[in-house]
C-alpha cells in the first residue's frame, strides 16, 4: 500500500536514512496552557503521527522516537499509568494509519518491563504491520543506551565463557550486532525538540558521528514543517566521519 501522497514536498539533495528523535517538551506545553501533563502527552502522540507520516513521505528509512526511558519509571504512579493507557490506546488508534502509510512497526528496549496489556497491544501492532515495506518507525521503550550497553556486554562475555566467541574477535561490528538496534543503521541525524542541550541516555554508541539538530519547538508543536526544518539543516552540514 503506497503512502499518502502529497504535492508540497521539499527537494533535498540528502534523506538521512535514519532519523532519531528525543521528544521533549510534553509537560512543559501542558503547563504553559495550565493543563494535565498528560494533555500534553496525548497532544503529543498527535506529533508522533504527524512527523511518522512526513518521514514517510520524504523516503527516510528508519524513524526511531525515544517514547519511554528507564528512568520514567520513577515519575509519579499516576502519570507512568496514564502513559501506558496511552501507548494502547494510540497503538490501537494508529494502525490503520501505519498500514495506510506503508509503515512498519518496530520497538526496541527492555520490552519486558512493559504492563501485559501494554506488551501485548505492541505485538499485535508490529505483527499487523510487519509486511509494510516504507518507513519503519521504531518506539524506544523502557529503554537505556547504558542498559542496552551492558546487555549486549554480559551477551558477549557470555559467549566468550561458553567457547562460542574468542576476545580477539570483539569488535565494533560485534557490539553493534549485541545491541536492540542490531540490523538498523546508525542515525544519521538527530532531533531534540525543547530546546535542551543533552542526549539523555539515548542511542549513546549509535550516535558516534550522526549530525544533531536542537530546536526550542516544545515536542506537541512539532510536525510536518518542523521535521522538514530539520532535514534542511542536515542538507547544509559536511558530514566527514572523523576525516578532513
Not at 503547563?31 to 501533563?37: E, I, N, Q, Y
Not at 542511542?203 to 515536542?219: C, D, N
Not at 542538507?235 to 566527514?240: E, F, G, L, T, V
Request: without cysteine.
Amino acid at each position: 500500500m503506497k503512502p499518502e501522497a502529497r504535492s508540497d514536498l521539499p527537494a533535498f539533495e540528502r534523506i538521512p536514512r535514519h532519523v532519531a528523535v528525543i521528544m521533549d517538551g510534553n509537560g512543559r506545553w501542558a503547563g504553559s496552557r495550565k493543563l494535565p501533563r498528560l494533555e500534553g502527552h496525548k497532544r503529543g502522540a498527535k506529533a508522533v503521527e504527524e512527523t511518522a507520516k512526513a518521514a514517510a513521505e520524504a523516503k527516510v528509512e528508519f524513524l526511531t522516537l525515544y517514547a519511554f526511558s528507564v528512568e520514567n519509571w520513577t515519575r509519579p504512579a499516576n502519570e507512568v499509568k496514564g502513559l501506558m493507557s496511552l501507548l494502547v490506546q494510540t497503538l490501537k488508534q494508529y494502525e490503520k494509519t501505519l498500514n495506510k502509510n506503508n509503515i512498519r512497526l518496530m520497538a526496541i528496549g527492555r520490552l519486558t518491563d512493559l504492563p501485559e496489556k501494554v506488551l501485548k497491544q505492541l505485538q499485535r501492532t508490529i505483527a499487523s504491520t510487519s509486511s509494510n515495506t516504507g518507513l519503519t518507525l521504531v518506539l524506544a521503550l523502557s529503554y537505556s543506551g547504558r542498559v542496552e550497553m551492558v546487555e549486549a556486554t554480559r551477551q558477549l562475555a557470555e559467549k566468550v565463557r561458553t567457547g562460542e566467541l574468542k576476545t580477539s574477535q570483539i569488535n565494533e561490528k560485534a557490539i553493534s550486532d549485541h545491541l536492540y538496534t542490531n540490523g538498523i543503521p546508525d542515525p544519521d541525524l538527530l532531533i531534540r525538540t525543547s530546546g535542551e542541550m543533552r542526549l539523555s541516555n539515548f542511542l549513546l554508541w549509535q550516535i558516534s558521528y550522526t549530525e544533531l539538530y536542537v530546536t526550542q519547538v516544545l515536542w506537541p508543536d512539532f510536525g510536518r514543517e518542523e521535521f522538514f526544518n530539520s532535514l534542511r539543516s542536515y542538507n547544509q552540514r559536511q558530514r566527514r566521519f572523523g576525516a578532513v
